[in-house]
């Protein structure tokens, strides 16, 4: 399977170095805004960068993987869609009720998959069995992450800079929460999926505690992720989870779900 990846930070070069050398997985090309920027990831990688986006599309690619940001999915994934099947992991984009319709119509009028990680979470799989006949009550995310991912200013004990709905959250912060928009998505729904945000100066891990009430009982998850160097927002499970969905859609054995 050859990829082509939209960005190239701390996700994608993670992705590069893990794939580095796999013969049945293969990151092929790479879209950029600025080809200069990045050009060492051509020779170190042998991989072609292209700021063309249909160029891009017609290079040897199987599948988009988009590790950019809300916007790039915004402006982009409308017309992958159209040529390519997308694994998306700035999912906090389909918080845009329009932007999601326009890329699940699409995905269906061209017949290819969108592909959502669980990113730097897990339990996706429980939430969704539970929630198959609707009788999920309650699914809430509390997230802890180091001070200075959340804020700018200086402060010596935990706050809580953010508590309301899902929806709200990814508006307030879209470079911490794409977990609850994924979580409203399998679950509740935006408005429903209650979220806490708390800065904490004397972390330096990024805690997710999510719970789960319904008819089936109830289910509690806490991951406390390693953050990436090269981006320390972003826990190392969610580059991860890209790989897994790689891995996953290459096998014929599915577990889980
Ligand atoms: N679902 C989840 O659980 C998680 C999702 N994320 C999300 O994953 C995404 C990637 O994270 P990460 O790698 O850490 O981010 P980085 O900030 O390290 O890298 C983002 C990269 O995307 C590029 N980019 C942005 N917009 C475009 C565009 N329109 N076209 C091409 N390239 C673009 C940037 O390039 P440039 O140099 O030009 O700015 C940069 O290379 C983010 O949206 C992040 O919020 C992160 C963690 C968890
Ligand atoms: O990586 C994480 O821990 C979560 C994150 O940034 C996001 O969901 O946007």
Request: charged fraction near 20%.
């Amino acid at each position: 399977m050859n990829i082509g990846i939209i960005g190239a930070g701390a996700i994608s070069n993670f992705l590069l170095q893990k794939l580095n050398g796999r013969q049945d997985i293969k990151i092929k090309s790479i879209f950029v805004r600025d080809k200069e920027k990045y050009q060492s990831l051509e020779s170190n990688f042998q991989v072609t960068l292209f700021t063309d986006l249909d160029a891009f599309l017609d290079s040897d690619i199987d599948i988009v993987v988009e590790a950019a940001d809300l916007h790039a999915v915004k402006s982009l994934i409308p017309s992958v869609i159209k040529r390519k099947a997308v694994v998306l992991i700035s999912i906090g984009a389909l918080a845009d009720v329009e932007l999601l319709k326009e890329i699940s119509h699409l995905s269906n009028e061209y017949k290819h998959e969108i592909h959502l990680p669980s990113g730097a979470i897990g339990g996706l799989d429980l939430l969704q069995n539970a929630h198959a006949l609707g009788l999920v009550t309650g699914v809430s995310l509390t997230t802890r992450k180091p001070a200075s991912s959340l804020i700018d200013e200086a402060i010596d004990e935990a706050k809580v800079v953010f508590e309301g709905s899902a929806i709200e959250a990814i508006r307030q912060f879209p470079k911490n929460m794409n977990v609850s928009i994924v979580l409203s998505l399998a679950g509740i729904g935006f408005e429903k999926t209650r979220v806490s945000l708390i800065a904490d100066p004397h972390i330096d891990k990024n805690v997710h505690h999510i719970e789960i009430v319904g008819d089936f009982g109830e289910a509690t998850f806490t991951i406390t992720n390693n953050p990436l160097p090269e981006n320390p927002k972003t826990s190392y499970l969610a580059a991860m989870s890209i790989l897994g969905t790689l891995n996953r859609l290459d096998g014929r054995l599915r577990i889980g779900g």
